[in-house]
Nanobody, 115 residues
């Protein structure tokens, strides 16, 4: 069973940067595409970025070139580098993957942006 654990969230000011990490255990990590999602209070969970097994990345329109997703298969890690954070980026960020036909989610890491 694949398990995902996020870390790296925190309280930052608008314009600051954060790097979120997603640590994976179980299974062969290099076989899985991984996505980052976020959910703000009162809003639906939305996809932020995704990275394929081959390293191809995709981003939501609202990222506007500020975020970069990457992976280190040797370390079973996926990262989300977030630059120029905006107040509206505040949310709980989750990493997720599909394993055996079902979604696997981490517990989330909180990102708070002060104005």
């Amino acid at each position: 069973q694949v398990q995902l654990v996020e870390s790296g969230g925190g309280l930052v000011q608008a314009g600051d940067s954060l790097r979120l990490s997603c640590s994976a255990s179980g299974g062969t990590f290099s076989n899985y595409a991984v996505a980052w999602y976020r959910q703000a209070p009162g809003k639906k969970r939305e996809m932020v970025a995704a990275i394929t097994t081959g390293g191809t990345s995709d981003y939501a329109d609202f990222v506007e070139g500020r975020f970069t997703v990457s992976r280190d298969n040797a370390r079973n890690m996926v990262y989300l580098q977030m630059n120029d954070l905006k107040f509206e980026d505040a949310a709980v960020y989750y990493c997720a993957t599909v394993y055996n036909g079902g979604w696997i989610w981490g517990q989330g890491t909180q990102v708070t942006v002060s104005g």
